[in-house]
């Protein structure tokens, strides 16, 4: 019975090779979620954006496997596991970019636009001296534990008041002290400032002149708690429709995304952006590896075309079943007709390819099954019925035999597809001598019956009684005195051979 075995890896890897491809994922990712972000903020349409998504995610995936390449990584669970943390943190940093370009959009470009003294109000009057700005500091201290967000409940809808309350702080005392400082000399300090620079734009006096530290990308990713509220946040008022899949003002209302629906909009896109990556590398690290030659095994360039008609045309599980047949003996293929590259494509048929070690000692087969969905479309459903089955010599050399083609070089495996040509044939041929008959119509009943019959029936002729022995006894006696009797024309004793009968006129008689 034939070995029918599946490559599996030998879970080798290099440490060296893990580590840059861990780091080369991080470095290449911030710098496509940076892009990503941009692209994704001008398409209109949500379906790009997913295309878009599904694209990023097979160029990380395309560096790991060259890392996994370069550095022979056979280790598919260890590479999937060290590339899926990379892209957590690919992910992560994204946040952080995705947030400190929300805050430069409906944040900071605000507070460039705005005044410093409006946020305080044109009617309030400023410390002139560091006694009123004592004064001042008291009446903050009496303000403790008023939270302006029940203030502000009534503004739900406005976009950015809860960032807002994240810069600034929640309780009057945290925002005035952010604004003005917590101490009488940093009160007194900083309203003569604003005295002096009534101009001065609320971003460039807390940033600028009060050298505040901007929420930037890095200050987010070292702020998780910060970003995930921020992140809640906007979850609360969405950011775009979509119809626009791009926020504007007329959108203010119920119209944005936003909610449980957002949430599921984020799971399916940080699927998108991950999926694909891991399938690129589990799939590269679980390619065949040739240890005796130490390199990944090679596929023939072009690889000749073997396709099979399927042997279970009016079979749902078709492809189960020969999966069945191969894992008992891969020759079960050479006895499947063969589609020729002359002949029209079956809309279900087996394709097989291979991939081999640089002198053909070791070949692994895959056969994959093809059906036609929407002919019109030319929409085809794939489906793999066995991956990097171990196959010999032998079966490479009666595989490009039975389809026609030069046996490689290199192979030196024994051609026997005329063996088994002949052994189908024989086959055939026994077949079609012992198939069944033409089966017997079974008789009508009722109304057919009446219909089915003739109208008249001409009767069986019947066979002769036996005689009995008296008539057989007379019959003797009668064919023995018939021979007894002269047969020259006597008839009863009378001499006729001179009666000339044409003479007599039987008219007067």
Known sequence: MYNSTVYKPSNKFSPLGIVLMFFSILAVGFIISWLYLIINSVIPLIYLNIILAAGVSFGLGAIGAFFVKIYK?????????????????????????????????????????????RIIGDETVLPKTKEEAATWLLYFYELKGTKISDMMKQYSDYIGYSSFLTIFGDDLYDIYTNIFGSTADEIYENCQKIISSPDMSLYDYMYKYRNLQVRNAFWFITHPADMFQDIKDINQVGRWTIKSHRFSNSDLENNNIKGFVLWLVWIGELGFLMIPALYLIYTKAKYPFIESEDEWAVEEKPMPTFIFEDPYPNQSSSPQ????????????????????????????????TYCRSKYYDEIYATVNYVAMINPRKNQRKTVNVVTNLKVDADFLATLYGKFGYTVPILCKGENRAAEFSKENTEKAQAAAATGPKSPTPPKATGAEAIFDEPLFNKPAKKQPAADSFAQQELKREQQAAAASRPTS?????????????DDIDLNHM
Not at 74 to 79: D, E, G, Q, T
Not at 82 to 108: E, H, P, T
Not at 321 to 349: G, Q, W, Y
Not at 489 to 501: A, F, K, R, V, W
């Open 321 to 352: 079943l020969l999966k069945n047949d191969i894992m008992r003996t891969p020759d079960c293929l050479f006895s499947l007709n063969a589609v020729s590259v002359v002949m029209a494509v079956p809309e279900k048929h087996y394709k097989l």
């Open 73 to 117: 990584i056979r280790a598919p669970k260890l590479a999937v596991i060290v590339s899926l943390v990379a892209l957590l943190f690919v992910n992560y940093a994204k946040w952080g970019i995705y947030c400190a370009r929300d805050y430069d959009k409906y944040m900071y470009s605000d507070m460039k636009e705005t005044k410093v003294t």
């Open 489 to 501: 024309g006597d008839m009863d004793g009378i001499d006729t051979s001179s009666l000339n009968l």
